[in-house]
């Protein structure tokens, strides 16, 4: 008997092993897709977000009136369908039925209405405000000169919404996909009494994924599980996304194909061996780096010395390092940009800068006007990766020979090369144009006075009525005027591009339906799946 026992175990034993040996492939609805981020967020208040790891996550967690589909097209959102008036100065959207928050209580046209004004509002202090200033009134609200009450959006029941727009803006419903423009409950934003986004159970989320209970362990982790509670045309694949924060992923490669993460940028250095290892790789040429000088500077304020500095250059020397993610460009606005559905520059064509044969003469008459009678001490501020240390060294050898004169550079790491750019904190810098948006506009409205990243320090009324004009008109028609702000920044020797850089991300080789999409380029997950193979 106890021989017969025995064996009766055995027998059990070996079948569950082959079992396990031999068990169905996780199916895509079970699986988690493993990512990082750089740094915690702040906040996924998507309001006031605005830091690239925050926007990942509200990607994921919010649903706007629209989303992006895989080939960058808008799709329906948590409105099912919208009629655009002929004039395209008004959008009425129409939502979806059953949508609800991720705790299962109703979402309707207010909330969207109360996310918008709440990113309008002077007192939450959006650093994404500008943005919506296409909305009727907005700007004048967001600068206090308006009652919220005046903003042209408007819910007239519960599933349907009206934007009035104060020009036309071809780029509209795509902002209607970015962060500020995400729907907030009021009531529970009012119930978390100045925590709301800072932590798991202080945020009520309307995307296909949400941050579980004791999900967002700061510094440390943000799980995000998949919502039952989202009711759109598709249903998201994986079962969820657990993001690590801050981990040291230096080699992304190795990262990806040890299984740590599925997915994350890579460098252009890379670009060879992920692809060597199967990776899919998706990049994106939306960023323009060029020379940029600091117009309210008491020396690079003249443009005779700037005209003199820049026609001295010879492009194909100091572009002598160039890496391979960068492709050398004369033009400002990037060639992705659009207008109209149609690329900007079959409408425009190049704006390139002519140099001047009389260049020391520029230089001359500048430092007359200066009244100085030797050349100013001047730094040139820039990233400190290796490629920018040789564009810099080799732009610093020509002004040395041409002025007699050393000038310094100050090599600083990105993070601290955007804050000194904002702070308005340099004499010339080698300064990153990263455009949010698809249209030219996107690019031109970085150098308005008012901008909070304006690489140039630049206020100028003419160059503010140019971008004001052209918002009133974002077609082929404006396409001139377009070209009249581009060549008013080139002719008057403000910015001086010198590359488009490359940004790739590189997924798994079993991992399929990750999105990145361009002009901020955050990873979606709705359709993220990867096959496994059998043990």
């Known amino acids: ?160 919404l009206i934007i009035q727009l104060e020009y036309p803006e071809s780029d509209f419903l795509q902002l209607m996909t970015t962060p500020p423009a995400m729907p907030c409950s009021k009531q529970f934003f009012e119930k978390t009494a100045g925590q709301y986004g800072r932590d798991d159970d202080k945020l009520l989320t309307n995307g296909a994924f949400y941050v579980r209970e004791s999900g967002w362990a700061h510094d440390e982790y943000l799980y995000l599980r998949k919502n039952t509670a989202y009711v759109g045309k598709d249903k998201p694949v994986p079962a969820g996304v657990n993001i690590t924060i801050g981990k040291d992923q230096a080699d992304i490669c190795s990262a990806i194909s040890s299984g740590i993460v599925d997915c994350g940028a890579i460098s252009a250095a890379d670009k060879d061996r992920a692809d060597s290892l199967g990776f899919h790789l998706t990049g994106f040429g939306d960023t323009v780096w060029g020379i940029s000088f600091n117009m309210k500077n008491d020396i690079t304020k003249n443009k005779n010395f700037r005209l003199g500095l820049l026609s001295s250059l010879d492009r194909n020397k100091i ?28 409408i425009a064509g ?9 260049y020391r003469q520029l230089l001359d008459k500048g430092l007359k006007e200066l009244k100085l009678t030797a050349f100013p001490d001047i730094t040139i501020l820039c990233a400190d990766d290796e490629g920018t240390q040789i564009i810099v060294n080799n732009m610093i050898q020509t002004w040395n020979e041409l002025t007699g004169s050393y000038i310094n550079k100050k090599p600083v790491p990105l993070s601290d090369l955007k804050d000194r750019i904002s702070d308005q904190n340099f004499d010339i810098v080698i300064a990153p144009l990263t455009i949010e948006g698809s249209t030219p506009l996107s690019t031109l409205e970085l150098f308005e006075s008012e901008s909070k990243y304006n ?33 008013y920044l080139i002719d008057n020797a403000v910015f001086y591009p010198l590359y488009t850089e490359n940004r790739y991300y590189a997924s798994a080789g079993n991992v399929e339906g990750i999105l990145f999409h361009p002009f901020g380029a955050e990873a979606d997950f709705f359709y993220a799946a990867k096959t496994v193979e059998d043990s």
């Not at 070996?14 to 068990?23: F, G, N, R, T, Y």
């Not at 400002?332 to 520059?345: F, Q």
């Not at 190049?350 to 009389?358: M, Y």
């Open 1 to 160: 008997m106890a021989k017969k026992l025995i064996s009766i175990i055995m027998i059990s034993l070996i079948v569950m092993l082959s079992c396990a040996c031999s068990h169905e492939p996780e199916s895509p609805e079970d699986q988690l897709i493993y990512y990082n981020i750089s740094s915690e967020p702040f906040t996924l208040d998507p309001q006031i977000a605005n830091d690239a790891g925050a926007r990942l996550v509200i990607l994921n967690i919010f649903e706007g009136l629209v989303r992006q589909d895989a080939e960058n097209n808008i799709t329906p959102g948590a409105a099912e369908s919208w009629d655009i008036s002929g004039d395209r100065m008004m959008y009425t959207f129409h939502l979806r039925d059953g949508l609800q928050w991720n705790d299962g209580t109703a979402l309707s046209a207010d909330d969207f209405l109360y996310g918008l004004k709440r990113t309008l509002q002077p007192e939450t202090g959006s650093p994404t405000a500008g943005t919506l200033y296409c909305i009727k009134n907005a700007e004048k609200i967001n600068k206090g000169e308006l009652d919220i009450s005046a903003l042209g959006v408007f819910a007239t029941d519960n599933k349907t």
């Open 455 to 487: 690489a140039a320090a630049l206020s100028s009324q003419e160059y503010d009525s140019l971008t004001e004009s052209i918002k009133h008109s974002l077609t082929e028609s404006s396409g001139e005027n377009i070209r009249k702000a581009e060549q």
């Open 350 to 358: 190049n704006v390139n800068f002519t140099p001047s044969d009389n």
């Open 319 to 346: 572009l002598g390092g160039l890496s391979e993610s960068c492709q050398p460009t004369e033009n400002i606005i990037p060639d992705s940009a659009e207008l109209d559905g149609k690329t900007y520059r079959t």
